[in-house]
């Protein structure tokens, strides 16, 4: 076999998805730390199952290549994923206009793959699936240049990728430490293994029952957004809204206590959301009795910014608008905003705290639910915004957030944000009056004055450097750093917290998860406050997923 057509290109896909699927479970236990978010191979997955989707129509080779690329560039998802749909719009650039390719051509199609891969990562690391995807390219080219053909091209190709493969632990120092090969690049080797096997006329091992499976986390989320508030987003009856009043302001002063405005406020109504520093400190809080939570609050510093709104019209709004429209509901009627802030978020009490702070939608996501950049995109461009600003809020949805800013007409600024509690700080004082600029900057300043610690049980044995866990211990993480492990939850809080020390005036927020409950979250609360007297320590349910605790220091 010495050429490459659309059919043929379509049928090495899937038998690489196949082949994918079969592996998904080992791919994914390659992850190097012992974190509940090994999805490497479901990304890759649901990404090459979304180029797949797209080239449903066939069409000569050009179409073909140029169909998957758009369809994996919209549903890529995590690192792993849109590296993979730079490898399918790098080959689709090289092959557009022909209706089919000979060796020479593949091969430069797969350097031109390679090629997009490494421009897509600002910081390009060796031992890699980038390393892996090179050497797969030059050797492909070195088989070409000597007259091999298709099939001896593919085969040379392979074996090189498997050898850099091999030598992934040499070049990655986490790699070598945990015993394992670099899972993206296993990934890789294990989708290209499916596709030559295509092309050697070999019928792939269970096509007919894996060619439609699901992998974990293949649902789409669903957006939320912000008509007014977050607990009207979507219509409900006035009977069940018991608190009226969406009370928002700030209060500004010296030496402010979050706990004592807290405590004093929370008589008063539900939802309420009290966050910030000694200095200023943003209130949220439904209440029939507003005006008697700005007297509280008067008595403790000065206020601004005062929001209230009648939650009981802004739902019969809101029901106008979707009925008139059948979709999407507008912002009220209102102007398109001149800067939207769109957030990623792991858990509900995440999604509430974002949508009061002001962000327009939330696509839920984070470890082991990475969201596509298509899902992004299609977030940004709901807003109606003039220029959104997007927050990630995980390192594995970074990459992921920049290549959905490239799908959109709306102009995107990336605020590279890797964890929830980074977005929280970062949307504490979002004023979307100031220019893009402006929010982008006092956001990144804000981030970087966070530093996270989460909170899981082990997800299988493993070595840390010195370190050794057990699986189903309790780990706290931060920087890809192991600080405590243990037993007791509480315990193990507190030690992660004594190895980053917060200073004094510090503010200690613990979010907790789904699998903790308010009074356990409050006991820890206490413990820590105990333990470092001269912090303010706060608690808000997050409703994170697998995680106990998301914890941030600032």
């Known amino acids: 076999m010495n050429s490459l057509t659309g059919d043929l290109a379509i049928a090495m896909v899937q038998a690489a998805l196949i082949q994918l699927q079969k592996d998904e479970r080992r791919i994914n236990a390659l992850n190097v730390f012992p974190v509940p978010d090994g999805d490497t191979a479901s990304n890759m997955i649901l990404t090459v199952r979304s180029a797949l989707e797209a080239a449903r129509a066939g069409g000569d080779l050009g179409q073909v290549a140029e169909a998957m690329a758009y369809g994996a560039l919209r549903g890529a998802r995590g690192n792993s994923g849109t590296i993979v749909s730079q490898f399918f719009y790098g080959f689709a650039l090289e092959l557009k206009g022909l209706e089919s390719a000979g060796p ?47 099939v001896t091209v593919f085969e040379r190709a392979l074996s090189a990728a498997e050898v850099a493969l091999e030598e992934t632990p040499l070049l990655l120092d986490v790699l070598s430490e945990a015993g394992v090969v670099d899972a993206g690049g296993e990934g890789f080797v294990v989708a290209l293994r499916g596709a030559l096997a295509v092309l050697r006329g070999e019928q792939p091992v269970g096509a007919e029952t894996l060619a439609n499976g699901h992998s974990n986390g293949a649902a789409a989320p669903e957006i939320r957004e912000r008509a007014g508030d977050s607990h009207h987003r979507d219509a409900i009856e006035l009977s069940d809204i018991e608190y009226a009043y969406c009370t928002e302001f700030l209060v500004k002063g010296e030496n402010l206590s979050l706990e004592a405005l807290k405590q004093a406020l929370t008589p008063l109504g539900d939802s309420l959301i009290v966050v910030g520093n000694p200095h200023i400190v943003k209130v949220h809080l439904h209440t029939n ?19 209230i709104s009648n939650m009981k019209e802004q739902n019969r709004q809101h029901v106008r608008e979707k009925e008139g429209q059948g979709g999407l509901a507008a912002r009220n009627g209102k102007a398109p905003a001149g800067v939207a802030v769109v957030a990623v978020a792991p858990g509900k009490g995440f999604e509430e705290l974002f949508l009061s702070q002001g962000v327009s939608r939330v696509v839920p996501g984070g470890q082991s639910m990475n969201p596509s950049a298509g899902e992004l995109a299609d977030a940004i461009e709901a807003t109606g915004a003039k220029h959104v600003i997007l927050l990630p809020n995980n390192k594995n949805i970074v990459l992921t957030a920049e290549q959905a800013s490239t799908l959109t007409r709306v102009p995107v600024t990336v605020v590279p944000t ?15 009056a100031q220019s893009p600029e402006a929010v982008a900057e006092k956001m990144r300043q804000a981030m970087a004055g966070v530093r996270t610690v989460e909170v899981t049980r082990a997800a299988r044995d493993a070595k840390i450097g010195t370190a050794s866990v057990r699986e189903g211990e309790v780990i706290a993480v931060s920087d890809g750093a192991l600080l405590a492990s243990g037993d007791a939850v509480d315990h193990v809080v507190v030690q992660a917290l004594e190895r980053l020390n917060p200073g004094k005036g510090s503010i200690v927020t613990l979010y907790y998860g789904e699998e903790v409950s308010a009074e356990e979250a409050e006991a820890h609360r206490a413990q820590v406050a105990e333990r470092f007297p001269g912090c303010e320590v706060e608690a808000y349910y997050g409703g994170q997923p697998l995680y106990l605790y998301y914890i941030a220091v600032e």
């Open 104 to 150: 020479l051509e593949v091969a430069r199609a797969f350097a031109s793959a390679s090629s997009a891969a490494y421009a897509a990562v600002h910081e390009p690391k060796e031992g890699t699936i980038l390393t892996v995807g090179r050497r797969w390219a030059e050797a492909a080219m070195a088989a070409a240049e000597d007259g091999c053909d298709l």
């Open 418 to 432: 890797t964890s929830a509690p980074q977005g929280v700080a970062a949307t504490f004082d979002f004023d979307p």
């Open 289 to 307: 009795r507003p005006g008697r939570a700005l007297e509280i609050a008067c008595d403790m510093g000065e206020l601004s910014s005062i929001s």
